[in-house]
């Protein structure tokens, strides 16, 4: 609020107070044109009133932004935490789906090579089975010529 006294040069008895309220204008205040101005509670500031009230809501803004950064910071962190955690599982699985697969083509070899043994046993039983019906005969003459000489021995003797 600024007071302002004036005479009246017409009647010298009479003086005037004009109370003027409101905005004054910046150019005739003093402290305004040396850089300070006063706040709404009447402290002395460096800093024009708008300025100063543009300032505290962008240190407001800042803090808020601040807090958000930090809310998205910790879900972020969440987040790696569940990527790193679901990564682990499926180096896990990968692994364990290796190992099934080459025990599958351990055990196929394994049968492989069981098959192949088994094939040469035949081949060989094969081969015996060839050489056993001549052995067979052979042994079977040789019976049957026994035989008949036992039997012409034991008619002799009788």
Same mark, same amino acid.
């Given at each position: 609020? &600024? !007071?302002? @006294?004036?005479?009246?040069?017409?009647?010298?008895?009479?003086?005037? +107070?004009?109370?003027?309220?409101?905005? $004054?204008?910046?150019?005739?205040?003093?402290?305004?044109?040396?850089? #300070?101005? #006063?706040?709404? /509670?009447?402290?002395? *500031?460096?800093?024009?009133? =708008? $300025?100063?009230?543009?300032?505290?809501? %962008?240190?407001?803004? !800042?803090?808020?932004? $601040? =807090?958000?950064?930090?809310? #998205?910071?910790?879900?972020?962190?969440? /987040? @790696?935490?569940? $990527? =790193?955690?679901?990564?682990?599982?499926?180096?896990?699985?990968?692994?364990?789906?290796?190992?099934?697969?080459? &025990? %599958?083509?351990?055990?196929?070899?394994? *049968?492989?090579?069981?098959?192949?043994? %088994?094939?040469?046993?035949?081949?060989?039983?094969?081969?015996? &089975?060839?050489? #056993?019906?001549?052995?067979?005969? +052979?042994?079977?003459?040789?019976?049957?010529?026994?035989?008949?000489? &036992?039997?012409?021995? %034991?008619?002799?003797?009788?």
């Amino acid at each position: 609020m &600024l !007071c302002h @006294i004036a005479n009246n040069t017409e009647t010298s008895a009479s003086t005037a +107070i004009t109370v003027i309220t409101g905005p $004054v204008a910046m150019a005739k205040d003093p402290l305004a044109e040396a850089g #300070f101005y #006063f706040d709404e /509670l009447n402290k002395l *500031r460096v800093l024009e009133p =708008d $300025v100063s009230q543009k300032t505290s809501e %962008l240190k407001e803004e !800042c803090k808020e932004f $601040v =807090d958000k950064i930090g809310q #998205f910071q910790k879900i972020v962190g969440g /987040l @790696i935490e569940l $990527v =790193d955690e679901l990564a682990k599982e499926a180096e896990t699985e990968k692994m364990k789906a290796i190992g099934a697969r080459n &025990l %599958l083509k351990s055990v196929a070899k394994q *049968r492989e090579a069981q098959q192949q043994q %088994l094939q040469a046993l035949i081949a060989e039983k094969k081969m015996q &089975l060839e050489r #056993f019906p001549s052995r067979l005969v +052979i042994s079977s003459t040789t019976s049957q010529l026994n035989g008949a000489q &036992l039997s012409k021995r %034991l008619q002799a003797n009788n």
